[in-house]
């Protein structure tokens, strides 16, 4: 089913929505089955489809400028079933998304269709989230250091939850927002996340009591605690340990008559070690915290990580011959995306994509094709590959060395999965390159397409 752009569509985006019943409709005490893990399967061969489609009549000879730019598949499935996954592993935990980690508007729409709330850290981020008619109380702007003048868009528009973590915050949101609900955002062991927050987050638990100190003098609304563990985290034990701090913290400021009412518990979830993760975080927090307090989070990458693959064409090919052999040859394959776009991941958040054939001259490769390297482990017969992106800048290179028997071309195409988190939120349009690339929007789950109208 393909369904022509609404009125909110952009011009950028191609929106192809196909479903596939695969799940029934969501309800809030849903949680995930043996249907929805046989729907990764289901989705992966959709998303193939989706890319082939989108390439099919696409001839790099004849084709108007950008016909050929790169290209994002999203599938809407991937993220309903992350969302029943956290349900079932994480019940007393409210997932607030990471807006910052991938601002998609359909993946925006459905996580506010299922209930979520929003972790924002801008104005303009608050502004996306409003319009789509999102209570204000489902937003928390976790920015401890805040603009002024998006502290006043804040008041104005209701959104109260927002986090601190120094007295001079505390001041400027006396001066700006004294009816704002507080969150003293302390700081946490981070060493063991891809990406560390601590190093310009977080007040350290020799300074909290002072802070609440001033929170009570300056007459402060704080109702809760939050940290963050870093994202990416590989740690489950950074987990106990930030709960016990806060724990802590809740006692310091009960002792100063206040009554804490909200945990922030972050992000830093990985989909690979989620069920280790919510493990160690459910037993800390029933440990450490009555029914009572409410407890939400903010996930980013797990939710959107592994929803989007994005495909890329080979503009160019460099042979590269071996001085002490020519029968042994290597290539450059210059595709028209890089590190300055959709895959500064690379550079930001540490990512190691990997390249996948999609189509050589005319021919389509099948989607559950092993990857080459498993194929010849001596190497023999593969073909080594470097992959760099389009611009003139020798650090745009997305993969150092790939093995590939396919012999590859001008023209051809290759894909990369797992590239929803921190990729075209994060691109440039540096050296003359858009960062503006078209998205084909897929559905296998029915209970995401339900709630998209798709």
Not at 92 to 110: E, F, G, I, S, W
Not at 187 to 216: N, Q, V, Y
């Amino acid at each position: 089913m393909v369904m022509a752009p609404s009125a909110t569509t952009t011009a950028i985006e191609e929106y192809a929505f196909l479903s596939l019943k695969t799940s029934t409709p969501y309800t809030e005490g849903a949680t995930i089955g043996k249907e929805n893990h046989d729907g990764v399967e289901v989705a992966k061969k959709m998303i193939h489809e989706a890319l082939k489609n989108r390439i099919h009549n696409i001839d790099q000879d004849t084709c108007e400028a950008g016909d050929e730019d790169a290209f994002f598949v999203a599938d809407m499935g991937d993220v309903y079933r992350q969302h029943l996954r956290w349900k079932k592993n994480l019940r007393r935990v409210k997932p607030h998304y990471a807006v910052k980690c991938n601002p998609d508007p359909q993946v925006l729409r459905l996580l506010a269709a299922l209930g979520t709330g929003f972790d924002c850290a801008s104005k303009a981020e608050i502004e996306q989230v409003l319009r789509m008619g999102v209570d204000p109380s489902r937003i928390i702007y976790a920015q401890p250091c805040k603009t002024k003048s998006y502290v006043r868009y804040a008041a104005k528009e209701g959104v109260k939850q927002m986090t601190f973590d120094n007295s001079d915050e505390l001041y400027k949101i006396k001066e700006l927002f004294p009816d704002a609900e507080l969150f003293l955002r302390i700081l946490t062991d981070d060493s063991a996340s891809l990406c560390r927050l601590s190093l310009k987050f977080g007040a350290s638990l020799d300074t909290t009591g002072e802070l609440l100190r001033l929170s009570k003098e300056l007459g402060l609304n704080v109702v809760g605690v939050a940290f963050h563990v870093g994202s990416g985290a590989s740690d489950p034990a950074a987990f106990l340990r930030a709960v016990q701090d806060a724990r802590f913290v809740f006692d310091q400021a009960a002792e100063l008559g206040y009554t804490l009412k909200t945990l922030d518990v972050g992000g830093g979830f990985v989909g690979e070690t989620f069920e280790d993760m919510a493990a160690v975080l459910s037993s800390a927090l029933d440990e450490y915290f009555p029914p009572s307090v409410r407890i939400i989070g903010e996930p980013g990458r797990y939710y959107v990580a592994s929803a989007f693959t994005i495909a890329c064409n080979v503009i160019a090919r460099r042979t590269v011959e071996d001085p002490e052999s020519r029968a042994k040859k290597s290539y450059m394959l210059y595709l028209n995306d890089g590190v300055y776009g959709n895959f500064s991941s690379i550079m930001f958040d540490h990512q190691h994509p990997f390249p996948q054939a999609l189509k050589v001259g005319p021919r389509f490769l099948p989607s559950a094709s092993p990857r080459c390297e498993d194929e010849d482990e001596n190497g023999e017969r593969a073909i080594e590959y470097s992959v760099w992106g389009p611009t003139c800048d020798g650090i745009d290179c997305i993969a150092e060395s790939w093995r590939c028997e396919e012999t590859l071309d001008v023209g051809d195409w290759l894909y990369f999965e797992d590239m929803g988190a921190y990729t075209k939120c994060s691109a440039t349009r540096f050296n003359g390159f858009t960062n503006a690339h078209d998205t084909v929007y897929v559905s296998s789950e029915a209970g995401a397409s339900s709630l998209l109208g798709y």
